[in-house]
């Protein structure tokens, strides 16, 4: 029994760090302002939905933030760093439906 237990554990951890992965780095690129990442999410995501991902997945955002864009930009393979805004990628990527939530 304790093997099976191991095991779901392991299965867990392993789908959150794939999961959370394809959608930081999918969060990085919208940030970024890549077209083509914000018709991938757009397509397979609405705003809520979307956003409960990147809260889910924070700690995975943030370390491929720090791979992506901090590491890069302070040894010089980048000119501009990307700014970390998840509410400013969130109105990027949605912006109809986070104009219905203004009103």
């Known amino acids: ?3 099976w237990i191991e095991l779901l554990k392991l ?8 999961i959370g992965f394809i959608i930081a ?3 990085i690129l919208c940030m970024g302002g890549s ?3 914000i018709g991938w999410v757009r397509k ?10 990147t809260y889910v997945f924070f700690p995975m955002l943030v370390l ?7 590491i890069p930009y302070y040894t010089g393979m980048t000119k501009t760093l990307v700014k970390f805004d998840i509410s400013e990628m969130l109105y990027r990527v949605f912006k ?4 219905k939530c203004d009103d």
């Not at 299965?11 to 794939?18: A, R, S």
């Not at 397979?44 to 991902?53: I, N, Q, V």
């Not at 491929?64 to 901090?70: D, G, M, S, T």
């Open 35 to 37: 077209e083509m990442a």
């Open 11 to 18: 299965i867990f951890i392993l789908t959150y760090l794939v």
């Open 44 to 53: 397979r995501y609405k705003l809520k939905g979307f956003m409960f991902s």
């Open 25 to 27: 780095f999918e969060s």
């Open 1 to 3: 029994m304790d093997f």
């Open 96 to 99: 109809d439906e986070s104009d």
């Open 64 to 70: 491929a933030y720090l791979f992506l864009e901090v």
